[in-house]
């Protein structure tokens, strides 16, 4: 077995940084003019918020602010201390119908507390309404929604005392009053401390393409709205923090959902410390796998999204965690893709183990240093909101609207060039998938924000498509060999559009066709191929938006209308 020595007259750092070097030279990223000063500039990564995240990390990056203990102020290891590891977090599935059998059979196989988008009392018919605990979404009916519940509790014989979850009352981000929900509160707290009136829905930031920071940033404003609200109410601050709940957007980007997560307990530490109770400013939060990162073509591979989000959202110190079903795009969930979303929570409380330790990210150096970076970018951004009258005035003013959608122009644009890939669909595609049939499902309440689909315009693409049967003939010139990388690119960069290609001249004009070779072979033989092509359009994979980091959606719409495939 080798031996890797490191030279006498360099250190560590500097020599992982000549050896960086030296690959980059190789693969042609950094040229002969590139310092080894310059290497992690170079291997750097910028997220939405602007932070840049270093390629190494070292014990130099984590000179930071101490995390405290789990269970402890300031709560940024997670709100519950060593004795809530073996329980784990709250397995929260999601219903969107009224349908008694679902519930009971997810409640029957390992769900612990179920979230009601819709319901009727008659949903929960077998139901232990003291043992279960039960999330509805109230919506604009927060009265009624309040009443109804207490209604059934009492008619059930259940001590309100003893029931647990919530009524998932968010009537600032509907731009509603507030006077029922501060009523519903101060109900809960007076005859039912184990329900939450309030949920703060940093989903909706989330959908509508904004950054972790700016969820961060929108969630804690809104909360402290919520704060002042209850508070003027008559509810002293530790019943105020005790009636809101968070939920966040967890997504296949494991470390930036790990450590939204840990950042968003340090942010809310810190309003409940300046309102004079720090040790009741343990966030409770609801972390939900992204309804934005999923998609309808090739909905297989949500399951792995999912998969990777549940497991972040759990590391992350979410106290509850919801795995939408892969079919969530298409339609209304079956059963077998509701129990596939409750067992992959189950495998990774039961098999995996990930609850037995403890914020098991903390001490990382990239995992602190990026939470406290998130801390600080969010923490900036609430008070860019509260300087302009607070999270509701903000709202209708347009200046959070106006902010995320920024942000999702500028992803928008990384998509469409595939710097952000969504596997199966702007890469990978398979125009062969047979697609999944599944009933309607009920129509989302509009707010006063976007909902957007990272694979949204892939997808129109896609569906554009379908029907038509678009192709473009490839020409490759030169060896197998050196064409061959280029073919690959092409086939699945038009796939991503629902384009099929071919090889197979036909008789008569051509319409749309892609030459593949390489570079050198381009010198040679271009200009003579192409002078002889009579088509509609003629690419060169490898040049203009026909490469890597090109604008894949541009030239596809492109092609498509070259086609005469109608919108």
Same mark, same amino acid.
Request: aromatic share 6%; hydrophobic share 45%.
């Given at each position: 077995m080798g031996v890797v020595t490191v030279s006498e007259d360099l250190q560590p750092d500097a020599e992982w940084k000549r050896l960086a070097l030296a690959a980059l030279r190789r693969s042609g990223t950094a040229g002969d003019d590139v310092g080894p000063d310059q290497v992690e500039e170079l291997l750097a990564a910028l997220t939405y918020d602007g932070l840049r995240i270093p390629a190494l990390q070292t014990a130099s990056s984590a000179d930071l602010p101490p995390a405290g203990l789990p269970g402890r102020f300031p709560f940024v290891r997670g709100t519950r201390d060593a004795t809530g590891l073996t329980a784990g977090w709250d397995i929260r599935q999601r219903h969107t119908a009224p349908d008694p059998g679902a519930i009971l059979?997810?409640?029957?196989?390992g769900v612990?507390?179920?979230?009601?988008? /819709?319901?009727?009392?008659?949903?929960?018919?077998?139901?232990?309404?003291?043992?279960a605990g039960v999330v509805l979404d109230a919506g604009d009916a927060v009265a009624e929604t309040g009443a109804a519940w207490f209604d059934l509790l009492a008619a059930r014989g259940v001590d309100p005392a003893k029931a647990t979850g919530g009524f998932g009352a968010d009537p600032v981000a509907r731009g509603r009053a507030l006077d029922d929900t501060v009523a519903l509160a101060a109900r809960c707290v007076a005859e039912a401390p184990g329900l939450r009136a309030i949920t703060v829905d940093a989903t909706i930031h989330h959908d509508a393409g904004g950054s972790e920071a700016e969820e961060l940033g929108c969630a804690v404003a809104a909360g402290v709205g919520y704060l002042r609200a209850l508070? /003027?109410?008559?509810?002293?601050?530790?019943?105020?923090?005790?009636?809101?709940?968070?939920?966040?957007?967890?997504?296949?980007?494991? %470390? #930036?959902?790990?450590?939204?997560?840990?950042? #968003?307990?340090?942010?809310?530490?810190r309003v409940a410390e300046m309102c004079g109770a720090p040790e009741a400013g343990g966030q409770r939060q609801h972390a939900v796998t992204s309804a934005a990162m999923m998609t309808a073509r090739d909905p297989w591979v949500n399951l792995l999204r999912t998969t990777v989000a549940a497991f972040a959202a759990g590391v992350g110190g979410a106290d509850a965690v919801t795995v939408l079903p892969f079919d969530h795009r298409i339609g209304r969930s079956d059963a077998f893709a509701r129990r596939l979303a409750r067992n992959t929570q189950i495998l990774l409380l039961e098999e995996s183990h990930v609850a037995r330790v403890a914020d098991p990210a903390g001490g990382s150096w990239y995992v602190e240093r990026y939470t406290d970076e998130l801390a600080h970018a969010g923490w900036d951004w609430f008070t860019t909101i509260e300087r302009a009258g607070g999270f509701a005035a903000a709202l209708d003013s347009g200046l959070i609207a106006g902010r995320l959608?920024?942000?999702?122009?500028?992803?928008?644009?990384?998509?469409?060039?595939?710097?952000?890939?969504?596997?199966?669909?702007?890469? %990978?595609?398979?125009?062969? =998938?047979?697609?999944?049939?599944?009933?309607?499902?009920?129509?989302?309440?509009?707010? #006063?924000?976007?909902?957007?689909h990272y694979a949204e315009d892939f997808e129109r693409l896609r569906d554009r498509s379908e029907g038509h049967a678009p192709t473009v003939l490839l020409i490759p010139i030169g060896s197998p060999a050196a064409y061959g990388p280029r073919v690959?690119?092409?086939?699945?960069?038009?796939?991503?559009?629902?384009?099929?290609?071919?090889?197979?001249?036909?008789?008569?004009?051509?319409?749309?066709?892609?030459?593949?070779?390489? =570079?050198?072979?381009?010198?040679?033989?271009?200009?003579?191929?192409?002078? =002889?092509?009579?088509?509609?359009?003629?690419?060169i994979a490898g040049r203009g938006d026909v490469r890597v980091g090109g604008n894949a959606v541009a030239v596809l719409t492109t092609v498509l209308a070259d086609l005469g495939v109608p919108l």
């Open positions: 059979a997810d409640l029957e196989n612990t507390s179920i979230w009601l988008t /819709d319901w009727e009392p008659s949903a929960l018919d077998g139901v232990l309404l003291d043992l508070t /003027d109410a008559g509810l002293t601050v530790e019943q105020a923090l005790g009636q809101l709940e968070f939920r966040f957007a967890a997504t296949a980007d494991q %470390f #930036a959902t790990i450590a939204k997560l840990r950042a #968003a307990r340090r942010m809310w530490a959608a920024a942000t999702w122009a500028q992803r928008r644009e990384n998509l469409a060039h595939r710097r952000d890939p969504i596997t199966g669909v702007s890469e %990978f595609p398979d125009l062969a =998938e047979k697609p999944l049939v599944r009933a309607a499902a009920p129509a989302e309440a509009k707010g #006063a924000l976007p909902r957007h690959t690119f092409a086939t699945n960069l038009f796939a991503a559009g629902g384009i099929a290609v071919t090889t197979e001249r036909g008789d008569g004009p051509l319409g749309v066709v892609c030459v593949c070779g390489a =570079e050198r072979d381009y010198a040679e033989q271009l200009d003579a191929v192409t002078a =002889e092509l009579n088509a509609t359009r003629v690419l």
